[in-house]
């Protein structure tokens, strides 16, 4: 049977990554995003029979209709990766306006869970081995002073969250891992107001530089994969050594 992937923020940056890794394993894929609807375009262009589907993840409603939308095009969903993600403006803490802390939250945390509980409501009822890869950061680990600690709260949470449900599911037979990358080339950084952030950190990388999408997809895709499967509750760092 064919593997039916969900990756949430498949449009860009390190989620689009994961879509075109996944189409060329013979993955189907439903991508969702947020709003940039010319994105989601390139990627129709670029990977005709990938479903591209504008969900935000934090809302609950959006959340289902992604999920209907991917099985309507290819059957029961398989495989989860909680990729979607959101940092708010760099800066210090003190600055952080209430509707940056409640959207990252709601974005990066529970748009998390709202995607696990949907596909582990269907895999429940269907005995599906399915598997979840959510894509924390080094954050987690390093707090990300000055720049956005609040985000790298929520990336701890997720991180926490994969290592209790891969407990709680794995007598299922489902796993749940986690990919922490350190700083990778996407737009995110320009959204965040430092385009040049990759480059500023890059002396403090161990290898000496930031990453590429492709070499997290990579990490995920392996996660995914019947290679990994012993493997749960891991949290896979993919920092260059950061
Ligand atoms: P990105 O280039 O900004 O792309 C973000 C993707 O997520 C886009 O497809 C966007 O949709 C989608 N998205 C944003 N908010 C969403 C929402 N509420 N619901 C659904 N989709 C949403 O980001 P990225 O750098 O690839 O980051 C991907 C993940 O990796 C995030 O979880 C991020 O925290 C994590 N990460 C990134 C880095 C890094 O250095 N880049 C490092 C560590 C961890 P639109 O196109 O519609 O906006």
């Not at 609040?150 to 997720?158: E, G, L």
Request: net charge neutral; charged share 20%; glycine share 12%.
């Amino acid at each position: 049977m064919r593997d039916v992937l969900v990756v949430t923020g498949g449009s860009r940056g390190i989620g689009a990554a994961v879509t075109r890794a996944a189409h060329a394993r013979g993955y189907a894929v439903g991508a969702g995003y947020a709003s940039d609807d010319a994105a989601a375009d390139r990627l129709r262009a670029e990977l005709p029979g990938v479903v591209a589907v504008r969900a935000d993840v934090a809302d609950p409603a959006s959340v289902t209709a992604l999920f209907d939308a991917t099985e309507a095009a290819f059957g029961p969903v398989t495989a989860l990766v909680n990729n979607a993600g959101v940092t708010g403006r760099l800066g210090a803490f003190t600055d952080a306006p209430v509707a940056t802390l409640r959207r990252v939250l709601d974005v990066n945390v529970l748009g998390t869970m709202l995607c696990a509980q949907e596909a582990l409501r269907r895999w429940a009822d269907r005995g599906t081995p399915g598997r979840i890869v959510n894509v924390s950061s080094r954050a987690a680990t390093l707090g990300s002073p000055g720049e956005y600690v609040h985000y790298a709260a929520s990336k701890a949470a997720v991180e926490t969250f994969t290592r209790g449900l891969a407990k709680e599911v794995a007598a299922q037979g489902i796993r749940v891992n986690c990919v922490a990358p350190g700083t990778i080339h996407t737009d995110i950084h320009a959204a965040a107001g430092d385009p040049a952030r990759p480059e500023r950190v890059a002396a403090r990388v161990p290898m000496g530089r930031a990453g590429e999408p492709e070499e997290i997809a990579a990490a995920v895709l392996w996660l995914l994969s019947a290679e990994a499967s012993y493997v749960t509750g891991a949290v896979l760092q993919a920092g260059g050594g950061i």
